[in-house]
């Protein structure tokens, strides 16, 4: 099984010494989510689900691939990954570069989560229909698996059209990963059909067994990456490995002061530890 860290979990402060840790103790993975912009009004902001809002306007916002590209230069090992982005609210030149820079920089350990989003604010604040996010998201991946992969690319599709272009350079990894979020029908499809895995909402072993099996109906056969914040002991995770996954997202802090200390606790219950180096 490979563990992930939850850096979004954190106040940003923290972020570049719980990835050094997660990195040095042997932890699989860092991911960071991400939005746009969050509007001052609120009407379009419940989060589904839930009667609450799900932001709050003033909570500070970062690049995400950005920020791992800065992450990248502080670290060897860890896997480098959004949870997720929102790829379709940029043109496709856009986000196709970012996670082509993030995997050239950090030598091969770009991982591209997406999802087509739930906050119609930051939607309608770029002025691009929310209502067609889903299409849009969809072209937007099949666009930038071309431009990462084909030596020149025209396109005209119902979102996107361009004229031959060249774009260079190419991803490090052959097949930079694309794992898809989210849990509606439209976006399992995704993850069966279009992409190389799913990433899961928190969830329990319970909960997730319905979400896997929609998945496995579909015929999705990609890695699957599960937030697992109430893992309750080693024990547990060949369960979670007999269902399919092979990523558990973890966060074994109480308090984010804490986290690079619960991050050691719990590499050595869980017998977490970089691979060994060979002379």
């Not at 419940?46 to 609450?52: E, H, K, L, N």
């Not at 369960?239 to 991050?263: M, Q």
Request: aromatic fraction near 10%; include cysteine.
């Amino acid at each position: 099984m490979k563990f992930g860290v939850p850096l979004g979990l954190l106040h940003p402060a923290a972020w570049k010494d719980v990835a050094v840790a997660a990195d040095e103790l042997g932890f699989e993975s860092v991911w960071l989510p991400e939005h746009l912009v969050f509007t001052t009004g609120l009407s379009t902001a419940g989060y589904p689900g839930t009667a609450d809002p799900g932001i709050r306007p003033s909570t500070p916002l970062f690049d995400a691939p950005a920020y791992l590209c800065w992450l990248a230069a502080r670290t060897t090992r860890v896997r480098l990954g959004t949870a997720v982005h929102l790829f379709a609210l940029r043109h496709p030149f856009v986000s196709a570069r970012a996670f082509a820079t993030l995997d050239v920089v950090s030598s091969g350990r770009a991982v591209c989560g997406v999802g087509a989003g739930w906050y119609r604010g930051e939607w309608d604040a770029a002025g691009i229909p929310f209502a067609g996010r889903g299409a849009r998201l969809d072209e937007a991946i099949t666009v930038a698996r071309r431009l990462w992969s084909e030596p020149v690319v025209a396109h005209s599709g119902r979102f996107y059209a361009f004229p031959e272009v060249a774009f260079e350079p190419k991803p490090v990894q052959h097949r930079l990963p694309v794992l898809c979020g989210g849990e509606s029908a439209a976006a399992l499809r995704r993850a069966a059909r279009l992409c190389d895995g799913w990433i899961s909402m928190p969830h329990t072993l319970e909960s997730i067994r319905p979400q896997l099996d929609r998945l496995a109906a579909l015929g999705g056969t990609g890695s699957v990456t599960a937030h697992a914040y109430g893992l309750g002991s080693p024990e547990e995770v060949p369960s979670w490995a007999a269902l399919g996954v092979d990523r558990l997202i973890v966060r074994p802090w109480r308090r984010g002061r804490d986290a690079v200390a619960a991050l050691e606790s719990f590499a050595a219950a869980y017998g977490v530890a970089p691979p060994a180096t060979t002379l």
